[in-house]
């Protein structure tokens, strides 16, 4: 019951000695199932737990030791399903999710404290945020998708940096048009961060979704994401003489991008995206600086 209840911080301290931090972890998994990508990732990190320890470990044995321990085994035998070590970024993402189940643990006061705090991480991988420029973009634009609304739903990213989850998402009743000042704008709540936000969006956006339809129903129907629509998606770049590596999130990228390609400043466009700090966007001015890097060499040699 007090499982069920989330209710763990009433336990006397013999009951807080037995339970188990392996289940404890799973209850907080099942706490975010509705948020599908984080539920996956952290249903990852406890199969992985389970994998560690089989036998389960009271949670107030869990030490600086155990965590090292644990972070040895993410990084070396740890495996994803095809096989493969996990990457930076997973190594990051996945001891963070212990770091994070600790600090709830610690809060229902279950722990007088939290052994996680003297246990450095892993360093954030550097991740290689592929988008399009400006003229890719247009020549996509240009050629035909057998999936004609996942076109339309991918360039409508690229012209508002939503997420693919809250794009499959949007509703008639999101999208509103300012009469006052005659700009369209889409009020809706992040499934991602589940902040609510207040996007204004540029004309040829609005005109991309053609007819207004009925407030509760989908701008988006029929939008699926899937292994056969990924390829059809890169096959459509392809299409257009494009040969990166493209999947709907970089339409997102795509976004940023482009703004920090048009003097739009970091702050700004953090709002934009919906980033809850700063550092995360500041990401993509690393990308402009390499393009800074690429002009400065475009200059033909003068054989000096």
């Known amino acids: 019951l007090a499982y069920s209840n989330n209710g763990l911080?009433?336990?006397n301290p013999k009951e807080k000695d037995s339970i188990d931090f392996i289940t404890y972890f799973l209850v907080q998994t099942k706490?975010?199932?509705?948020?599908?990508n984080n539920y996956g990732n952290w249903d990852s990190v406890h199969k992985h737990l389970q994998n560690f320890c089989p036998k389960g470990i009271p949670i107030n044995q869990v030490d600086t030791k155990w965590l090292t321990d644990f972070k040895f085994f993410?990084?070396?035998k740890a495996k994803k399903k095809s096989n493969e070590p996990l990457s930076q970024s997973t190594l990051h993402?996945?001891?963070n999710k212990v770091k994070a189940c600790l600090n709830q643990a610690y809060r229902d006061e279950l722990i007088i404290k939290n052994p996680a705090n003297n246990v450095k991480g892993f360093k954030e991988g550097e991740v290689q945020r592929e988008y399009l420029t400006f003229e890719e973009?247009?020549?996509v634009v240009e050629v035909t998708c057998e999936i004609p609304n996942m076109k339309t739903a991918f360039i409508f990213s690229c012209l508002t940096g939503l997420r693919w989850s809250d794009i499959v998402n949007l509703t008639w009743g999101d999208l509103q048009h300012s009469e006052s000042d005659d700009y369209w704008l889409i009020r809706f709540r992040q499934q991602k961060t589940k902040g609510a936000e207040t996007l204004p969006i540029q004309l040829q956006a609005r005109n991309?979704?053609?007819e207004i339809g009925e407030k509760e129903d989908r701008v988006f129907k029929g939008l699926k994401y899937s292994a056969?629509?990924?390829?059809k998606l890169q096959q459509w770049v392809m299409k257009a003489g494009i040969s990166k590596t493209i999947t709907f999130h970089c339409a997102r990228h795509t976004f940023a991008t482009l703004q920090l390609t048009n003097g739009t400043d970091i702050y700004?466009?953090?709002k934009l995206l919906g980033h809850r700090e700063l550092k995360t966007t500041q990401l993509y001015a690393k990308i402009i600086d390499q393009k800074k890097i690429d002009a400065s060499n475009a200059i033909p040699n003068l054989n000096i």
């Open 31 to 36: 706490n975010r199932y509705e948020s599908k």
């Open 9 to 11: 911080s009433d336990l």
């Open 74 to 76: 993410l990084q070396h």
């Open 208 to 210: 991309l979704l053609g």
């Open 93 to 95: 993402s996945y001891f």
């Open 228 to 231: 056969w629509h990924n390829l």
């Open 268 to 270: 700004t466009i953090s």
């Open 137 to 139: 973009l247009q020549k």
